[in-house]
């Protein structure tokens, strides 16, 4: 089995991946590959076609194919080697990686890895709603990827299950585009995604939000004809009596973010019984020495400036680990500290700040920060 030697191997090409590429390099990683299972490198930023990206990082609004294509040229420009196509299947914790590629097997060995393979969806699966199969029923970045890439409206009258980003999102990419979202649920008692999406997609448009909410039942033998939506008591349980159909032709799942760490599992890294993410020290080095994790497969962050401040710090410390330098500190600003749940009257969140804190607007227009 023939073998390629690289200093640095990160595994996948979203926006961790590509700054890990960037950081080793100017770290002092003589040879750095990016190994991506798509077509092109930047992960689900290409199917992000709003704005609001690279605030924090470049202090500018992008759109997630404009950040895709800067963070790309930050790391062509280190040196970085991007190869597509590429889907890495197995990891030992020797750092030995193999992938499957359109010429056959490629077989690398590594002085380090970063693993930045991002997170996936749940699905209805895993939420177990009772009803029939039909069709109409979607994960959120499922149907942002039909509509925004391929151009396909997934539907006309829609609930959306979940108050994650991408379903608020959604809601109102849906409404823009003529379709009718009848509302957003949700099973806690505040939602999940940041304060100024709740603004921005659902008040902004006037759709309503049902906290304590949920779907207990679909109906429909082959297109979603409708749902039952439920209250829940303080446990999450539905209430009996409490539901009310609801129809619709589209059901979206915004209900949450699973870490990707198949490939952690191989090389046998510790992972977060709970999140499923991998467990990492303060220098984002996992369990097995020399390979270490950023960004969505550590722990799912708010934002894509974040993921990327944080895969520039692991692939810094994969350089140092194989130049045999000391390993530094993963930086405080890539915590996940945007304001999230119901907006505070006169408070909103301040994009800006890389601490995520409110911002009280003044009578006026002035605004009064608490960081």
Known sequence: MNETYYDVVIVGGGPGGLAAAQGAKEAGASSV??????????????????????????????????????????????????????????????????????????????????????????????????????????????????????????????????????????????????????????????????????????????????????????????????????????????????????????????VGLIPENEIAAQAGIALDGATNGTVTDGFLQTSVPGIFACGNSRKVMDLADFVSVQGHAAGGNAARFVLGQPLVPMPPETSNAMAKGLPQPGVTTCVLCPKGCRVTLLPGGEAQGNG
């Open 33 to 254: 590959l990016v190994l991506e299972r798509e077509d092109q490198v930047g992960g689900i930023l290409h199917q992000c076609i709003h704005d609001g990206f690279g605030l924090i990082r470049y202090r500018e609004t992008l759109t997630g194919p404009e950040y895709a294509h800067r963070a790309q040229g930050e790391a062509l420009a280190a040196g970085a080697h991007l190869r597509t196509g590429a889907m890495v299947t197995h990891l030992t914790p020797d750092r030995r990686l193999t992938a499957v590629t359109r010429q056959g097997l490629l077989h690398c060995q590594a002085g380090a890895v970063v693993l930045a393979t991002g997170c996936r969806e749940r699905t209805r699966g895993a939420i177990a709603i009772p009803g029939t199969r039909p069709a109409g029923v979607y994960t959120a970045g499922t149907a942002q990827n039909l509509m925004n890439t391929k151009n396909l409206m997934v539907g006309r009258r829609v609930v959306v299950l979940g108050s994650g980003d991408i379903g608020l999102i959604m809601a109102r990419r849906l409404t823009l585009e003529g379709a009718q979202v009848l509302c957003v649920a949700e099973q806690k008692p505040a939602p999940g995604g940041l304060e100024r999406n709740i603004i921005q997609c659902l008040y902004d448009f006037g759709i309503p939000l049902h906290l304590r909410t949920t779907v207990t039942r679909i109906f429909g033998p082959k297109r979603l004809e409708g749902v039952e939506l439920s209250q829940v008591d303080a446990a999450g349980r539905p209430i009996p009596s409490t539901g009310r159909r609801v129809d619709c032709d589209t059901l979206l799942l915004s």
